[in-house]
């Protein structure tokens, strides 16, 4: 289907077996399901009977255990520090092994969990995808920081939650919200607005990586969705890059030269979804990236988890680390 983003003379074309792969990896890990003849569908009739859910268990479990693997990777670090996986590859293999030992152990009741059942009931954290991912994951050990400047959630944090009492406007008096929720928070508040609407007039929120809005009552929503808030802006030396390639903050629809500008809150976003209506980055695609940049040494870690501060992701507009940022979209 064309667009004005798919004509500007910068963006791929995709070979049809790409485009094929995609849809089968899709129906494979249940993104899009197929309902019986005579039952609705979510979404335009004109897709039926197939349906974009708003997660699958595929997209829960990657969740999980991308988030095991990454404050695994930490804790092994921090209980040996003679590990040095920047410098060698045999110390990134040695990590690998000591983390696999670990996850191999079944976890007990008492050691899953990143908040108690309880205080979700409280907070009003209905069931889906964020409330089962907070009581799946293994309950990191001795840590704080999961990547630069971003600490783990306390019970403080959930009692209550930002929006845990917001009312709803008029316009989505029909929604079935899950609200944006603070994930992996930085000590630095916003002073301006740092959500949309209808979300913008509440202030002082904190910095750092944010499960998005969803109605999960529309089409094509999905509650698998994340967005990390930086008290800075990135993309304008024109190095970050969407997940379709493109640079941040350039004009898709301009079938000009591109030009980046730097954009506060659209690193790992998505760009033009080639496959699917739009989806942003997924919480499992975020937390696997970072995982990834603990066990080559990208990011270093001390004794309370990741070291660096936030102003780490300015990395992301450098020539040399920008790639290391950018997460790739199967679809």
Same mark, same amino acid.
């Given at each position: 289907m064309e667009s004005f983003a798919t004509t500007n003379g910068r963006i791929e074309w995709d070979p049809l077996e790409v485009v094929l792969s995609a849809w089968l990896g &899709?129906?494979?890990?249940?993104?899009?399901v197929p309902r019986a003849k005579g039952t609705s569908t979510r979404g335009p009739w004109e897709c039926a009977p197939w349906e974009l859910v708003p997660y699958s268990e595929y997209d829960l479990a990657h969740a999980v255990s991308s988030f095991n693997n990454l404050v695994t990777r930490i804790e092994c670090l921090v209980e040996d520090p003679s590990l040095q996986p920047l410098e060698s590859s045999d110390d990134q293999n040695r990590l690998l092994e000591a983390c696999a030992a670990k996850l191999n152990l079944p976890a007990s009741t008492e050691e899953l969990g990143l908040m108690p059942r309880d205080v979700l009931d409280r907070a009003a954290i209905l069931d889906g995808f964020i409330r089962q991912f907070l009581l /799946?994951? /293994? /309950?990191?050990?001795?840590?704080?920081y999961v990547a630069p400047g &971003? /600490? &783990?959630?306390?019970?403080?944090d959930f009692t209550p939650h930002p929006f845990q009492n917001f009312r709803q406007p008029d316009s989505m008096e029909y929604d079935d919200p899950a609200l944006p929720l603070p994930l992996f928070m930085s000590d630095i508040t916003s002073s301006q607005p740092l959500l949309g609407y209808p979300f913008q007039e509440a202030l002082d929120l904190s910095y750092g990586l944010w499960m998005e809005y969803c109605n999960k009552a529309a089409d094509h929503t999905f509650e698998d969705t994340c967005r990390l808030y930086l008290p800075f802006k990135i993309g304008a030396n024109g190095f970050a890059r969407l997940t379709d390639d493109s640079l941040i903050g350039e004009n898709q629809e301009d079938h000009s030269m591109a030009r980046p500008d730097g954009r506060a809150n659209e690193l790992y976003q998505p760009g033009y979804c080639h496959f699917i209506p739009w989806h942003g980055p997924q919480l499992g695609n975020v937390l696997e990236l970072w995982s990834n940049l603990v066990g080559l040494g990208e990011w270093e870690v001390g004794k309370e988890g990741v070291l660096g501060g936030?102003?780490?992701?300015?990395?992301?507009?450098?020539?040399?680390?920008?790639?290391?940022?950018?997460?790739f979209a199967r679809w």
């Open positions: &899709l129906i494979d890990t249940g993104k899009i /799946r994951v /293994r /309950r990191p050990k001795k840590i704080k &971003l /600490r &783990l959630p306390t019970q403080d936030i102003e780490k992701f300015r990395e992301a507009d450098t020539e040399e680390h920008s790639h290391k940022y950018q997460i």
